[in-house]
């Protein structure tokens, strides 16, 4: 079992609302990541999460806040968004997140519309 | 900083034809992926290579990775609809196992 899954499929919010983005995988990976991907783009690093410790921020604004709960859960969660925040935003998993090459697998996406 | 150009960038071609997609850096990866996007979706992984000069074939597809482990190519072989989708290659930092560094995207549209 490679799945990994995200909810909600879509969330439309305002700029003063707060929401948060779940991702949840079984595969016992322990590394778990945040993508942003705008249309016609590649992903982008948003988090990177190893071992549930925050390993990596790609100087993400901080109306982003991830947290890993357990090895199995990220949330992403959201306050006083941007319309340019507007994207998919994607969750992946990796068996370590270290060494020498590591796989990651990707989750559907949260389609996010910020108006 | 890393960078990854694919090629082409669009490709539209009809059922039963052969393409190949380039994926080009000049800079040295510990692994690569490629990952196959339905729009709306998250990318599918289609295989990872590893060591310099790797063959991996999966049906039709066949994949490769170059000998200094800074490119690599997608080959389609008879070409079906379902091939249709944005293809990501994505190289992993040698220092950092964790950052991908992604392709700009090779969009393919298989028509009958």
């Known amino acids: 079992d490679t799945e990994v899954t995200q909810t909600p499929k879509h969330l439309v919010m305002g700029m003063t609302n707060k929401k948060s983005l779940k991702c949840e995988q079984h595969?016992?990976?322990?590394?778990m990541y945040w993508y942003k991907q705008k249309a016609k783009k590649p992903p982008e690093l948003m988090f990177v999460y190893s071992y549930e410790k925050l390993s990596i921020n790609e100087s993400v604004p901080s109306r982003f806040s991830p947290e890993c709960p357990n090895s199995s859960l990220l949330n992403l969660h959201l306050h006083a968004l941007q319309p340019e925040d507007s994207a998919l935003y994607l969750c992946?998993?990796?068996?370590?997140?270290?060494?020498?090459?590591?796989?990651?697998?990707f989750g559907p996406g949260t389609r996010l519309t910020v108006l | 900083t890393q960078l990854l150009e694919q090629s082409p960038q669009f490709l539209s071609i009809q059922e039963g034809e052969n393409l190949t997609v380039y994926c080009n850096s000049s800079?040295?990866?510990?692994?690569l992926q490629w990952y196959r996007q339905e729009p709306g979706e998250g990318p599918v992984l289609l295989v990872t290579?590893?060591?310099?000069?790797e063959v991996k074939k999966l049906k039709r597809l066949t994949f490769q990775f170059g000998d200094a482990r800074k490119d690599s190519s997608l080959h389609i072989t008879a070409a079906q609809t379902g091939d249709t989708g944005l293809y990501l290659c994505?190289?992993?930092?040698?220092?950092?196992?964790?950052?991908?560094?992604f392709g700009t995207g090779t969009r393919l549209q298989v028509t009958l």
């Open positions: 800079s040295v990866f510990s692994s």
């Open positions: 595969m016992g990976h322990r590394a």
């Open positions: 994505a190289g992993a930092d040698t220092g950092t196992a964790s950052k991908l560094t």
């Open positions: 992946a998993s990796s068996p370590q997140g270290q060494g020498y090459w590591d796989t990651q697998y």
């Open positions: 290579v590893v060591t310099g000069g």
